[in-house]
C-alpha cells in the first residue's frame, strides 16, 4: 500500500480545485487565512460587514495571486444574516471544500457593570452563527466530497476557551484594559471548541471533517489594542519571545484543509508559542527605585 501512495507535497497540499468561503475575511486572522489560499491557487469567498475593507483586502490578495478571491458583504449577528450570506454563497457556487468559521467579536467590561448586551452579541456571533453558517452549507459541502478528501469546517475559537486566569487581572490577553474583564469572550469560545465536537461527531459519516483553531495573540483588529498599548504584558507570557504571525495561522488553516489531514477531525489545536501548555513566565527584571 505505501509503494503506490503519492506522498509528495505537491500532491498532499495541492489546493488548486479548492473552493473556500472565510467569514470574517477582511482583516486579521481571517486574511490570513484567505492569503494562504488564493497563494496557493484556491478560489476564496471572505465575507464580513464593511464593503470597504472586504475590497481593499480583496484586490490586495488578488494581484498576489494566482487564485482568486471575491467578497460579500454579509453580518452574522443573527440566522437571518447567515441565511442571506449562505443564499448568496448559492448563487456564486455550487460546491464548497472549505468552510472557514472566523467571524468573531469580544467585549471588555468591569465585572459588576457588564452588561446583557455583551453576552447576547458575542454567544450569536461566536458560537451561533457557526452552527447556522455550517448547516446552511451542507448541500455545498457535501458535493464531490469522499472519505479520501473529505470536505473542511474550520472553527475559529481562541485560547481564552481553554485558559482559566483572571481575565480583569491580565486584561485577558490584551483583549481588554487591566480592570476590565471578557467574561462572555472566553466562555463563549469554549462553547465553539464544544460544537466543533458535536459537529465533528454528526458529519465525519458523511466526510466533512470539522476541527478547531484555538489562537493565542495574534496581530489582529481584536488584539490591537493589546499589542499597542500592553505589548511588555503579552511577551512576559511567550516562551518564543513573539505573538503569532501571518505564516503561523495560514499554514494550520492549510494543512487541516489539505490531503494530509483527511483522517483528522474533532481536533482543538492550540497555537500560541506555547505559552498555555508551559506556564512559562519572564523572569521580573530588577528595578532600582
Known amino acids: 500500500m505505501t509503494s503506490t501512495a503519492d506522498l509528495r507535497v505537491s500532491s498532499l497540499f495541492d489546493f488548486h480545485n479548492h473552493v473556500v468561503l472565510v467569514t470574517g475575511g477582511a482583516t486579521g486572522l481571517g486574511e490570513m487565512a484567505a492569503q494562504g489560499f488564493v497563494q496557493n491557487g484556491a478560489k476564496v469567498f471572505i465575507a464580513s460587514r464593511k464593503e470597504s475593507e472586504l475590497k481593499k483586502t480583496a484586490d490586495r490578495i488578488n494581484a498576489i495571486g494566482p487564485g482568486k478571491c471575491e467578497y460579500i458583504v454579509a453580518d452574522l449577528k443573527d440566522k437571518a444574516g447567515c441565511d442571506g450570506l449562505v443564499k448568496e454563497i448559492k448563487k456564486r457556487t455550487d460546491r464548497l471544500t472549505v468552510l472557514v468559521n472566523n467571524t468573531?467579536?469580544?467585549?471588555?467590561?468591569?465585572?459588576?457593570?457588564?452588561?446583557?448586551?455583551?453576552?447576547?452579541?458575542?454567544?450569536?456571533?461566536?458560537?451561533?452563527?457557526?452552527?447556522?453558517?455550517?448547516?446552511?452549507?451542507?448541500?455545498?459541502?457535501?458535493?464531490?466530497?469522499?472519505?479520501?478528501?473529505?470536505?473542511?469546517?474550520i472553527n475559529i475559537a481562541s485560547m481564552a476557551g481553554i485558559q482559566t486566569t483572571d481575565v480583569t487581572a491580565s486584561g485577558d490577553g490584551g483583549l481588554s484594559a487591566p480592570g476590565h474583564g471578557t467574561y462572555s469572550y472566553g466562555p463563549s469560545k469554549a462553547a465553539c471548541i464544544h460544537?466543533?465536537?458535536?459537529?465533528?461527531?454528526?458529519?465525519?459519516?458523511?466526510?466533512?471533517?470539522?476541527?478547531?483553531?484555538?489562537?493565542?495573540?495574534?496581530?489582529?483588529?481584536?488584539?490591537?489594542?493589546?499589542?499597542?498599548?500592553?505589548?511588555?504584558?503579552?511577551?512576559?507570557?511567550?516562551?518564543?519571545?513573539?505573538?503569532?504571525?501571518?505564516?503561523?495561522?495560514?499554514?494550520?488553516?492549510?494543512?487541516?484543509?489539505?490531503?494530509?489531514?483527511?483522517?483528522?477531525?474533532?481536533?482543538?489545536?492550540?497555537?500560541?508559542?506555547?505559552?498555555?501548555?508551559?506556564?512559562?513566565?519572564?523572569?521580573?527584571r530588577d528595578t532600582k527605585i
Open 104 to 153: 468573531g467579536v469580544t467585549w471588555g467590561a468591569p465585572y459588576d457593570d457588564f452588561p446583557e448586551s455583551g453576552w447576547d452579541k458575542l454567544m450569536a456571533l461566536n458560537v451561533k452563527s457557526i452552527f447556522y453558517m455550517t448547516v446552511g452549507l451542507h448541500d455545498l459541502l457535501l458535493k464531490g466530497t469522499n472519505a479520501d478528501m473529505p470536505s473542511r469546517v
Open 195 to 284: 460544537l466543533t465536537k458535536i459537529q465533528a461527531s454528526k458529519l465525519a459519516p458523511v466526510n466533512i471533517m470539522v476541527n478547531c483553531i484555538c489562537p493565542g495573540v495574534f496581530p489582529s483588529r481584536m488584539t490591537n489594542f493589546g499589542i499597542q498599548k500592553y505589548m511588555d504584558t503579552l511577551l512576559e507570557r511567550q516562551p518564543t519571545g513573539r505573538v503569532g504571525k501571518p505564516s503561523d495561522f495560514a499554514g494550520l488553516v492549510l494543512f487541516l484543509s489539505s490531503a494530509a489531514s483527511a483522517h483528522m477531525t474533532g481536533n482543538v489545536i492550540e497555537i500560541d508559542g506555547g505559552s498555555n501548555l508551559t506556564g512559562w513566565r519572564a523572569k521580573k
